[in-house]
């Protein structure tokens, strides 16, 4: 599957756009494209869910856009292999391998020099916040994750722990259609970041149609007025 995304990708976008980045597991791609403004903010590194892919329409590939004229470089990437993800095992093999992808494009952004954020969607935000408390990834400026959840209940819950046990600033947005999973657990969250005194974490929920241009647009807005609230 990941090979039939890259060939699309690579017939549908700029050569310039799709960069190949190597792990101990291999090469995979990313989609780079530079802020189109006078400054340069830094980074973000975007990162989909794990059953799609680096222009994911399910908010994604317009942010890896429309974040450029706010001054942000854009970095997808492809995640790993949805073969690999496996609950039962604690998702290990998995996440190693998202942690590897994560680092090479964290070397990949450091080229650009200045801030670096990371923007993650679905299961890939629940793991990467248990890389973060783990301390196993170097913490970037800020977090956003978009709809974070992992399907089983223990395991959810337990992302509310990771989520207050990491001291990056965090943005939490969701959208009530989101699976339940996504939205069972928004409350313990809460509670749990302020029992931890977590100094910067907004938690968001949107309305509205399902991914449509309105909730595209409000996202954007809700990062950008966000980081501009922590200086970034």
Do not use: C
Not at 134 to 158: H, K, S, W
Not at 216 to 232: D, M, P, R, Y
């Amino acid at each position: 599957m990941q090979q039939l995304w890259q060939q699309d990708l690579q017939r549908q976008l700029l050569s310039t756009e799709v960069v190949e980045l190597s792990t101990d597991d291999g090469n995979f791609i990313v989609l780079q494209r530079e802020a189109l403004t006078s400054f340069n903010k830094g980074t973000a590194i975007l990162v989909p869910d794990w059953a799609e892919h680096p222009a994911s329409p399910h908010y994604i590939d317009t942010l890896r856009q429309q974040l450029n004229d706010h001054g942000w470089h854009t970095l997808a990437i492809m995640a790993p292999p949805a073969v690999e993800f496996n609950l039962e095992q604690n998702a290990t093999d998995y996440q190693r391998q998202l942690a590897e992808r994560m680092l090479a494009a964290i070397r990949q952004a450091q080229l650009q020099g200045d801030n670096i954020i990371v923007i993650a969607k679905g299961s890939n935000a629940a793991l990467l916040n248990r890389l973060y408390a783990a301390e196993q990834l170097e913490p970037p400026a800020a977090f956003i994750m978009l709809g974070a959840y992992l399907a089983d209940v223990n395991l959810n819950r337990e992302l509310a722990n990771d989520i207050a046990g990491q001291s990056i600033p965090t943005l939490d947005i969701s959208h009530w259609r989101d699976n339940r999973f996504a939205n069972a657990n928004l409350k313990l969250r809460q509670q749990l970041v302020n029992r931890n005194l977590k100094a910067q974490y907004r938690q968001r929920q949107l309305t509205g149609t399902f991914y449509d241009a309105d909730v595209h647009a409000w996202v954007l807005k809700e990062i950008t007025g966000w980081l501009n609230s922590i200086g970034l």
